[in-house]
């Protein structure tokens, strides 16, 4: 069964950190479609005035954050004592749970920086789980190229191609998720194999597919085959899927909980010191 097309979401342009230049897929009104992922964030800049100042120390309480650079590099310092340089095609993978203070600055003063944030909601009973740090380098995820056709690498989760299964390497989250980078040539068609999940996500970020422009968010319904044919650019495009939490989800900055005590809780232990305690 083929999976349909049935919404567009289009990505925003916004700013964080200390004036970071981004577009961004996130919000209240988002969240029914991006459970369990809660955001979506992509640098895309050669003018080091859109990314340069980073995202200077700040905290992550009950959730995930996966970041993966496709150029450029960023350096990623935590409480924990962890510390590395994400490079072109590297992913790190970073369990806040009941807390983290990091920060994340770009390793160059010029060039090309072109990456994505990807916020994953915890279940309830993991929001407070003990923080974890993972580097991922490009040789581990599952890899697959096909004549010049189409390059698709998974970073977490199990997708089929071309009569193969690719693996990623992070395993055991409870939301399952597959997280999955694809390049297509112009004028080529794909079919990527899953029936785990009830909606997957493709987010257009170069080029276009028959039915996605550049800079926009499809989502598709139930189904064992995502069929994508790429525009007369070719296409480069995140495949997301997962398995929805259906929680309460209350956001306030970079906490994100089940109820609103819970959000008080975290920014009065965020300024008492104990959050990364």
């Known amino acids: 069964m083929i999976r ?63 970041t993966y650079m496709k150029a450029g590099k960023m350096r990623h310092r935590d409480h924990m004592g962890n510390e590395g340089v994400i490079e072109s095609g590297g992913v790190q993978w970073m ?11 770009p390793e160059q003063e010029s060039g090309l ?27 581990a995820m599952g ?8 390059d698709l690498r998974v970073v977490s989760g199990q997708l089929g191609v071309f009569g193969e299964v690719l693996d990623g390497p992070i395993r055991g989250r409870v939301t399952q998720p597959l997280i999955a980078d694809l390049e297509l040539a112009p ?7 899953t029936d785990l999940y009830d909606r997957i996500l493709v987010l257009v970020y170069s080029g276009s597919t028959s039915e996605l422009s550049t800079k926009s968010l499809g989502v598709y319904g139930p189904g064992s085959q995502l069929c994508l044919h790429s525009g007369e650019h ?10 929805p939490l259906k929680e309460p989800i209350v956001q306030y900055g970079p ?3 089940n109820t609103e005590q819970q959000i008080h809780e975290a920014i009065m232990d965020y300024r008492a010191g104990r959050l990364a305690g």
């Open 187 to 193: 004028d080529q068609s794909v079919s990527l194999s």
């Open 255 to 257: 906490f994100v909980m």
């Open 95 to 105: 369990t806040a749970g009941r807390g983290v203070l990091h920060s994340e600055i």
């Open 113 to 139: 920086l072109h990456g994505f944030q990807i916020w994953l909601n915890l279940p309830s009973y993991q929001k407070m789980v003990d923080p974890d740090y993972k580097d991922i380098r490009p040789d």
């Open 4 to 66: 349909d097309l049935v919404e567009v979401v289009r990505a925003q342009p916004a700013q964080d950190g200390a004036g970071v230049k981004i577009h961004r897929i996130a919000g209240q009104a988002l969240n029914p479609i991006l459970d369990p992922f809660l955001m979506i964030d992509e640098i895309n800049s050669d003018n080091a005035d859109d990314y340069i100042a980073g995202f200077p120390e700040h905290p992550h309480r009950g959730f995930e954050t996966i």
């Open 234 to 243: 070719g296409v480069s495009a995140l495949v997301l899927a997962g398995k």
């Open 143 to 150: 890899r697959i190229v096909s004549d010049s056709v189409a």
